[in-house]
């Protein structure tokens, strides 16, 4: 019975853990550009109990033993790159990628000492704006909404003049065009930065939207991000589009999210049930009397 009473627990652990992947899953169902998250259960550990020889009859054909589990856990959870839909809005800041890339940005935060710091993120929310830095009255740049500076393939953050329209080719090639002298030539702004992503169950959720790596993986290797812009010539990278005036809605399903929330709590309950029948008969087992 002990063995019952372990079996339902750390099934019923790792079914709770899925039940909140899913429950954050259709809470972010209108985030532009989310990525469903995917949960991956594995055996916790499988045992061989022996039996009497004399078990072993004519004709028998499984072989002798009992195999005891105990459970299954979450061994990982994997963003799903899958596309999502393209919605229209005609907003000159705003982006969206065909493919399995994703923008790179700047976070800005401090250290433990109080000293500015800067860190690599990555996200598919192209819904971007333009603000001014101190110190740059001349330039505006490209940031999220929460003020991430965007990154160009270049590795600086894109830069527009004050005063210029912004217009972005689907290769990601940043122009800039003087709206008070349309005249004027064009100005190069530079080029957004795509990175494809190689193992996304290695991506760590950052907040806002944000993927970042854990830090003992070096971003350099390539080993789960890779550079695309760095090479346009890649058939995987040339097959990458940047649409301006478009926004990727979120790749969640709602039926989906729906049949794997039923599926769930049937496996939940069936576990609980397991739990209460086995302290049930612990209980009678206890109570007994010679």
Do not use: C
Not at 177 to 200: D, F, H, I, S, T
């Amino acid at each position: 019975m002990n063995h019952s009473m372990i079996n339902a627990l750390v099934s019923m652990q790792g079914l709770q853990q899925k039940l909140d992947i899913i429950a954050n899953n259709m809470a972010n169902i209108n985030t532009t550009g989310y990525k469903r998250h995917e949960a991956t259960f594995h055996d916790v550990l499988t045992t061989t109990m022996r039996q009497p020889e004399t078990f072993q009859q004519a004709g028998r054909i499984s072989p002798l033993g009992l195999t005891q589990g105990w459970g299954a856990k979450l061994s990982q959870i994997q963003v799903s790159m899958a596309q999502g839909s393209l919605v229209r809005t005609d907003e000159p800041t705003d982006f969206a990628i065909e493919g399995d890339a994703l923008f790179e940005v700047i976070v800005s935060s401090l250290d433990e000492n109080g000293q500015p710091v800067q860190r690599t993120a990555w996200t598919r929310d192209g819904a971007f704006t333009l603000r001014a830095l101190p110190g740059d009255p001349d330039n505006v740049y490209l940031t999220t909404k929460e003020g991430h500076l965007v990154r160009g393939a270049d590795d600086e953050p894109i830069r527009i003049p004050n005063d210029h329209r912004l217009r972005v080719d689907t290769d990601g090639t940043v122009t800039a065009y003087n709206e008070l002298e349309p005249n004027m030539p064009p100005v190069a702004a530079g080029r957004l930065k795509l990175v494809q992503v190689v193992r996304p169950q290695l991506l760590r959720q950052l907040g806002d939207n944000l993927y970042t790596l854990p830090d003992s993986i070096d971003p350099a290797l390539g080993e789960v991000v890779r550079d695309a812009s760095a090479d346009p010539g890649n058939p995987e990278a040339a097959k990458l589009k940047v649409q301006q005036g478009f926004l990727e809605q979120s790749n969640v399903n709602l039926a989906e999210e729906m049949t794997e929330l039923i599926m769930t709590q049937r496996a939940f309950q069936l576990n609980a049930k397991a739990l209460s029948s086995a302290d049930n008969m612990m209980y009678l087992a206890n109570t007994l009397r010679g």
